[in-house]
């Protein structure tokens, strides 16, 4: 921690052997997220194929994932129920992302009252699950993927900042910093020019981090019922529908169930391989 | 005991002068914790989506209907008011009644208290221990496979949504296996066995998450007081390496683990919420969830208020056994505020 000038300038240059978490969670999440997109040009069955004399049948040479209770390909389901997961997830990411990165610029720079309630207010946010939010958000709206959005992406911004805000304040503590506001520069243009892309590599592997816990909360609520509303396929609710299901078609529950899990997996071994990567200094207490 | 002599010295009392104002100090912020979440409750559920009488009421309810519920809400009265009359009531006891079901909440809620209870607590007292052994044990092999082995199952852990987990068991451990019943739940007072059988699935089924994200900073921990000078001392005093880590580490990597958990209690409790929904357990979780469906207002708010304050208490706790165990904390804390 102290000499963050080093862990810095290390970061911007040898970054080493791509660590094994780094390639792996890439192929777990690229695995998942590819299917999904193909599922904009091609699905194994139509949505509409209801393969009645087939209903709930186990995998097959014509259905991989099997059935479920309406004939439907459990395979076409699962890639089409990916896509409200993930686009939730990617909006309440991109939401938390920007005001996460704002909120902790400000803590780290603005003047030292208002730098001192912004970084408080972080950690009261995070106080708030945001599943409570959402389930109040669902109370008060109506369930549907507006309060989901609205409530994954209020609790990522205090989670975002809380992590940046330590960062920002030891690159705003560096040397060229003081010459660069010695040649006239703001505080707006040292943030955003200086600080900003010195906590870069952090923010990719926050934003990595959030992927991994929106699709967590995301099937969640959608399995709760509370989330996205039929006829529109989510991974949670497919999960929830398999329930009563369970003693005839375990099929139903486990490989819808094991592609939320490589997603989730894929997406936290990434974050966690893309710190030790871009990290190194931090890193090392771990691997050392 | 002789990890005294080696540990960061305490203090020879743990209740002193600055033990006292430290309490003081976090029940204070809990106070201003709780005021401030019953505002963001009550903002969330009352003005975002209009009127309350009306979603309340449901879609299909005749103005008449929605007129009545409305005065005996007292919703026509000033926003201010209407907080203020709900705070009070929640001091006082008075919780109000359901619209759709006809109960009091308040006692309702009571009711619900106890398998929320036994189902949280339950999983830290399953989960600390375990994750302290192996963290521990990771952090004594982190250069080995074994400890790659146990990293990994921990990720894994972390990936695996807890109602799918809790699924799976069902399908295990009750239909395949028929050990357990896959849902209800048996009161502790009605039938002792039948009580811990009952919660013996939905108790794994969050604890393996819980585990997982704690076994990693206990080996975090571990790793870093590895490298301190009294294992070093033990070690001259001819203990083994694990033996230095069991009697002494363990101890101190228990410290940044006490202050985790704080963060780790919000997750604990939705997870809560979602476990007692699979295994359809009568508790506040539960009640929250037909609430939410049923879209009844004034039993989410007050039920949300009683959850945040579980979630505070919880976090209260986690403050004090922190100070008692880290005197440096309290120090900190009183003149750091």
Wanted: hydrophobic share 50%.
């Amino acid at each position: 921690m102290d000499n963050e000038p080093q862990k810095l300038a290390r970061a911007e240059r040898g970054r080493g052997q791509i660590p094994l978490q780094v390639i792996l969670g890439g192929i777990f999440a690229g695995f998942v997220v590819g299917a999904v997109l193909l599922s904009f040009v091609w699905t194994p069955w139509g949505p509409e194929f209801f393969d009645v004399s087939n209903r709930l049948t186990g995998p097959s040479a014509s259905h991989w994932f099997g059935t479920d209770h309406l004939g439907r390909d459990l395979l076409t389901m699962t890639m089409l129920g990916g896509r409200a997961s993930l686009s939730i997830t990617l909006i309440s990411t991109a939401i938390g992302a920007i005001f996460g990165v704002l909120l902790a610029l400000g803590a780290a720079g603005a003047p030292p009252p208002i730098a001192a309630s912004l970084a408080r207010l972080a950690d009261i946010g995070i106080a708030l699950p945001s599943i409570l939010i959402a389930l109040a958000l669902a109370t008060a709206l109506g369930p549907g993927s507006g309060s989901m959005i609205i409530a994954i992406s209020v609790w990522f911004v205090p989670v975002t900042a809380r992590v940046l805000i330590g960062p920002a304040r030891q690159v705003l503590a560096l040397d060229f910093i003081e010459a660069s506001r010695s040649q006239g520069r703001g505080q707006f243009f040292i943030l955003l020019r200086h600080v900003m892309p010195n906590i870069a590599p952090l923010i990719i592997v926050q934003i990595s981090i959030m992927f991994g816990a929106g699709v967590l909360i995301e099937s969640s609520l959608s399995f709760l019922g509370v989330g996205v509303q039929p006829p529109i396929p989510s991974w949670g609710r497919t999960l929830s529908e398999a329930q009563p299901l369970l003693s005839v078609a375990p099929h139903y529950l486990l490989l819808p169930g094991a592609v939320i899990v490589v997603a989730i997996l894929g997406f936290n071994l990434l974050g966690d391989g893309l710190r030790v990567w871009l990290d190194p200094q931090q890193s090392r207490r771990g691997t050392d | 005991m002789g990890a005294v002599a080696f540990g960061p010295t305490p203090p020879p009392s743990p209740i002193g002068e600055s033990m006292f104002r430290y309490l003081l100090k976090s029940l204070a912020l809990l106070g201003v914790s709780a005021v401030l979440g019953s505002l963001v409750i009550f903002m969330l559920l009352r003005t975002v989506g209009g009127d309350v009488a009306n979603i309340i009421a449901g879609t299909k309810a005749s103005p008449e209907t929605v007129n009545a519920l409305r005065e005996s809400l007292g919703l026509n009265r000033p926003l201010w008011e209407q907080y203020f009359g709900w705070l009070g009531g929640f001091i006082t006891g008075d919780f109000g009644t359901s619209y759709a079901a006809g109960y009091a909440i308040g006692s309702e809620i009571a009711r619900r208290v106890e398998p929320t209870l036994a189902l949280t607590m339950g999983t830290l007292v399953v989960s600390i221990p375990i994750a302290l052994a192996i963290g521990t044990y990771a952090a004594l092999n982190h250069r080995r496979v074994r400890g790659l082995v146990v990293d990994a199952t921990a990720q894994v852990g972390i990936g695996l949504p807890p109602f799918f987990l809790a699924l799976v068991l069902v399908l295990l451990f009750s239909l395949q296996l028929g050990w357990l019943p896959a849902t209800g739940y048996v009161y502790f007072a009605d039938d002792p066995i039948g009580h811990f059988r009952s919660l013996a699935l939905p108790i794994t089924a969050l604890s393996i998450g819980v585990v997982a994200n704690l076994s990693r900073f206990v080996r975090s921990a571990m790793i870093e007081q590895l490298g301190e000078d009294y294992i070093r001392m033990a070690r001259a005093k001819g203990r083994t390496l694990r033996g230095a880590a069991v009697v002494h580490g363990v101890r101190n990597a228990a410290i940044p683990l006490v202050s985790v958990s704080a963060v780790q209690v919000a997750t604990l409790v939705t997870g809560a919420v979602i476990v007692e929904n699979v295994f359809v357990l009568p508790g506040l979780g539960r009640l929250l969830l037909t609430s939410v469906l049923g879209r009844e207002v004034i039993v989410v708010q007050s039920l949300m208020l009683v959850i945040l304050l579980f979630i505070l208490v919880l976090n209260l706790f986690a403050d004090v056994i922190y100070g008692i165990l880290d005197p440096r904390i309290r120090g900190r804390e009183v003149s750091g505020g």
